[in-house]
Nanobody, 125 residues
Framework: QVKLVESGGGLVQAGGSLRLSCTFY????????MGWFRQGSGKEREFVAA????????PAADSVKGRFTVCRDNTKNAVSLEVLRLEHEDTATYYC??????????????????WGQGARVTDSS
């Protein structure tokens, strides 16, 4: 059974940076496309970034393009999300999600079959 565990969230001042990590357990990581979604208070879950089994990033959400970078390490069963120049609007719970690859990483939550418990990122300004 696939399990995803996020880490690295916390309080960060606007303009700062952080890295979120996600470790994949219980399956063949190299067969899963991985995605990051986020959900702010009172908002719907939204797509942030995704990466294919081969390590090719999908186009990120417009709101984070140029500031967020997703990468994966198939030797460590891990995917990460590097966040630069944090903005107040980035405050949210970030979820690592996975689905067995069907050609390209999904961009909607319904594409994904597994997700973690979430990591909270808060602008502390």
């Amino acid at each position: 059974q696939v399990k995803l565990v996020e880490s690295g969230g916390g309080l960060v001042q606007a303009g700062g940076s952080l890295r979120l990590s996600c470790t994949f357990y219980g399956g063949a990581f190299s067969s899963y496309d991985m995605g990051w979604f986020r959900q702010g208070s009172g908002k719907e879950r939204e797509f942030v970034a995704a990466i294919s089994v081969s390590g090719l990033p999908a186009p990120a959400a417009d709101s984070v393009k140029g500031r967020f970078t997703v990468c994966r390490d198939n030797t460590k069963n891990a995917v990460s999300l590097e966040v630069l120049r944090l903005e107040h609007e980035d405050t949210a719970t970030y979820y690592c999600e996975a689905h067995e690859s069907f050609g390209m990483p999904g961009r909607t939550a319904s594409d994904y079959t597994n997700w973690g418990q979430g990591a909270r990122v808060t602008d502390s300004s």
